[in-house]
């Protein structure tokens, strides 16, 4: 028994270092802050006609003299009006991905959406968390939860 016990220690700890490492290494090979590879660029090329991103103009200024945040507020809240609660969130994500000067305004935009997302339902919160995603720490669920 003892025998057996000393075996699948020695395994463990031959084969943890290994896993903990290729772990590591994979959950970091595609991090917001790395430089986009070539397949990012055309999935960033492909998702906006001009190259402006969302809430912003080719000039870099937001339209109707609107902050940039208040811009990509009006462009999320028509999202989750047009169609639902969880592509304004795939917008949200995509727009912190492409203005990381927008990120300190995430969580509460998200907050507004799940909130604008339980009114969509008439007070529905149950539904409305069910298009939660991990977009800005839980933000969207906490509004929906009200």
Known sequence: MKQL????GQTI?????VVLVTTGTLAVTRVPWAPPTGLDQQV???SSEDGA???RTPTGKAPDG??????LRVALLDELRAH??????DLLERSMREQPELT???STLATELGKAAVRKYQGDAKR???????VCDGSFASGAAG
Do not use: E
């Not at 409305?128 to 991990?134: E, H, I, L, M, W």
């Open 5 to 8: 016990v000393r075996r699948i």
């Open 13 to 17: 700890a031959l084969t943890l270092p």
């Open 44 to 46: 960033v090329a492909a």
């Open 53 to 55: 991103g969302i809430g």
């Open 66 to 71: 609107l902050a940039p945040q208040d811009a």
């Open 84 to 89: 639902n609660p969880g592509t304004a969130l």
């Open 104 to 106: 300190p305004y995430c």
């Open 128 to 134: 409305a968390r069910s298009f939660a995603r991990p």
